[in-house]
């Protein structure tokens, strides 16, 4: 056999392109560049509004300064000024953030 079949060179473009599809349908699940719905940006906005209002954030597992952000519409700088001793690196599930003075 001294060409190579169409078996081995599908097989692993098959492989290559479920790969491919599966990172974007997870990536488009937990919020990447997918985005919402534009029916959701007015209920984002009330959510970020809320937010504003309330005087701490428990952090939820997974979450990022920068997701936290995005969820109350506070810029990281503010959310890093309130919160002096934060390592946005080494956010916690339960962890209370402050929101505002």
């Known amino acids: 056999m001294g060409g190579s079949s169409p078996a081995r060179v599908l097989a692993p473009a098959a492989l290559a392109a ?20 534009v029916a959701s940006h007015s209920s984002a906005r009330h959510s970020a509004r809320a ?3 309330r005087r701490f954030y428990t952090v939820r ?3 990022t300064l920068s997701s936290i952000s995005a969820r109350t519409g506070i810029p990281i ?22 929101l505002r003075r």
């Open 18 to 37: 479920f790969v491919l599809v599966l990172v974007v349908v997870v990536a488009l699940s937990v919020g990447g560049s997918g985005g919402p719905p």
């Open 51 to 53: 937010h504003r209002r």
């Open 61 to 63: 597992r997974g979450q």
């Open 77 to 98: 700088e503010r959310l890093e000024e309130l919160n002096p001793q934060l390592d946005p690196q080494m956010l916690r599930a339960g962890q209370r953030l402050k």
